[in-house]
């Protein structure tokens, strides 16, 4: 799904960087009233994690091959925008280091890979009901929910701009891109859903978005009220 260089028209190339631009924008303006100390590390071995997954691929059908992406991850361990951040980092590198994807795609890239795919998680995270927050099952659910949809509207999105870019037939693309994707979005979900299980029974504090009302304890305090019963 990356994109590398002559695949795509020079204003498709440029409307795409220019919405993976407001959508960094954004998220960066939000960080800087929520980043802190503590949060820092965090992003930095999210973003670190997610680089190195993303190395890994898997065969899927036809003789092609899938590996974990990561932005519903990102999301609901970091949050939408740090987890935009983390996704867009991790596509900076890999375009600028492994030439994975080209620089002139790189705003569709990120628009398909990063925003997306932090905005369709965001979206799952609004549409949880209020009694499930807080609740390990409908939680892990969800984050398997975000991930495949971000796989495969992530596909779709690219489908749609090598189409207007008259790289390739949308009639043959679309059916093709998303069929492959819908495979590799199950084992993204299954990933998915597997990390934030770990991270739930080792270090739920780490999770930022699992409960908005009733927040995990930290692991300190709850060596803290044990001792003092």
Not at 17 to 33: D, H
Not at 157 to 186: D, N
Request: aromatic content about 6%.
């Amino acid at each position: 799904m990356h994109i590398p260089d002559g695949f795509l028209s020079v204003e498709v190339a440029a409307a795409t960087y220019v919405a993976s631009g407001v959508g960094v924008g954004v998220a960066l303006r939000r960080l800087s009233k929520l980043l802190d100390e503590r949060m820092v590390p965090v992003v930095g071995m999210m973003t670190a994690f997610i680089f190195a997954a993303q190395m890994l691929n898997f065969p899927v059908a036809a003789g092609t091959s899938g590996h974990f992406m990561g932005g519903a991850l990102a999301v609901f361990v970091l949050g939408p925008a740090a987890g935009l951040l983390a996704m867009t980092l991790v596509l900076v590198l890999q375009c600028l280091v492994f030439a994975d994807g080209g620089v002139t795609a790189l705003g569709a890239n990120v628009f398909n890979m990063s925003v997306l795919g932090c905005l369709v998680s965001l979206l799952v995270l609004l549409a949880m009901p209020r009694r499930a927050r807080g609740r390990r099952a409908p939680f892990l659910a969800a984050g398997g929910v975000a991930a495949f949809l971000s796989i495969v509207l992530a596909s779709a999105a690219c489908s749609l701009e090598l189409a207007l870019s008259g790289t390739a037939s949308l009639r043959v693309t679309l059916p093709a891109m998303v069929g492959v994707h819908t495979f590799i979005g199950l084992a993204e979900a299954v990933i998915t859903m597997a990390a934030l299980s770990a991270l739930l029974a080792a270090r739920p504090d780490l999770v930022s978005t699992w409960s908005a009302e009733s927040p995990a304890p930290e692991p300190e305090a709850v060596s803290r009220q044990q001792r003092s019963e």
